[in-house]
């Protein structure tokens, strides 16, 4: 009687190459990352105010949006300013506007002004007024701007009578909590064809008289709101980036248009103490159109 030979046993499956749950992770966040960049770069980007020279709009510590398709791109809309894009300019930005901008002459740091005069527009100062093609620009007296003061915003001192970012010795007074307030006097500034803003004016300063600026093609005019506590197209460049002034700017260092406040802190949260996250946060500012 013949043997009925065994059945064939199915190959064995090759056992599944083990998934890295790193390389995986590393992948997400090279995506995330992309995202991030096209999004800043195209979209949308953070700012955060440095100084006071765009008081009373921006206080130091506070956090805004700026919009990058309002007026074009260039290389300054990347990263560093990576030499990737060509200029792409489309739209000048209108009188008023406050923008963000890579400060000439160096190219390196983003500063933050109100556009004042478009090319062909003629600038001047004069007693403080500021004159545009020949025409001064309406200026009223209003309330002086208030501002209780904050490690952002140090209160001067018969010590310390100007402080950096901060408020003059003769500016203080003692709030009705017994806190020290910062007093300036503010003007309503209204521009041709009705943009209304205010400025902050400490009283008679070299920069209140100017010679007459011509707006070249392809340039624009930028001054802060704080007028006597802004370096701006009203300065020369020079060679020192700590003092240096940015004259007229290339439309093509414009970075982006300033549309809300997101976010505003006063300078007395720690790290360490999560509490101070929301007691040193200025709730009023948040969601603060321009």
Known sequence: MEETPPAEQPAAAAPAAPKSEWKDLGSFLLKLALIVVVVRSFLFSPFNIPSESMLPRLLIGDYLFITKFNYGYSRHSLPFSLP???????SD???GDVVVFKA?????????????GLPGDTVQMVDGQLVLNGKPVPKERIADFVVPASPNFPAGTPADPVPDHGCKVEFVKTGANGQAECHIPRFRETLPGGKSYEVLDEGEQDSDNTVVFTVPPGHVFLMGDNRDNSADSRFPQTSDENRSGIRFVPMENLEG??????????GSAS?????TWF?????SRIGEGF
């Open 84 to 90: 990737l894009l060509p200029n792409m300019h489309w």
């Open 279 to 283: 007691t040193a946060a200025r709730w």
């Open 104 to 116: 000439p002459p160096f190219d390196r740091n983003d500063w933050i002004k109100r556009v004042i």
């Open 257 to 266: 248009k300033a549309v809300v406040t997101f976010w505003s802190t006063d």
């Open 93 to 95: 930005p209108a009188r």
């Open 271 to 275: 790290w360490l103490l999560p509490w």
